[in-house]
């Protein structure tokens, strides 16, 4: 099973090496070049997925971005809902895969974005 990991901060990189450690083939995606540097050094380079279409490949996407708190409470989606959209363009029409939301997401948001998917992508929360 090939697994990917979207956001490989603190977070993402800590489960994209317990993926790999666990026998799970894994590539691990995020926009800073350091961050990818990480993972090339750390796990090898062909761990390092360097834009989303390569990810379609994956049985399972962890999606691991930043949901910062504002100061009333609620969280900035914006990363989190930009990569959303963008997975969505890449898997509708797809082959059977599986979204998993591991972001601190407000409540009522797994459905909100299982909404943006065709009934072949399975979307659930960790």
Known sequence: ??????????????HLIWMK?????VLGYDINPEVQERIAETIGEFCVAYDLKSLASCDSI????PTEPAA???ADMSIYEGVIH????ILNNHRPISVIQRSTCPPGSADRYAK????NI???VN
């Open 1 to 14: 099973m090939k697994v990917a990991v979207i956001g490989c901060g603190n977070v993402g990189f800590a």
């Open 21 to 25: 450690s666990r026998g799970f083939e």
């Open 62 to 65: 962890h999606i691991c971005v």
């Open 72 to 74: 009333d409470g609620s």
């Open 86 to 89: 963008g997975l969505a363009s």
């Open 116 to 119: 943006c998917f065709g009934n």
């Open 122 to 124: 399975s979307y659930g």
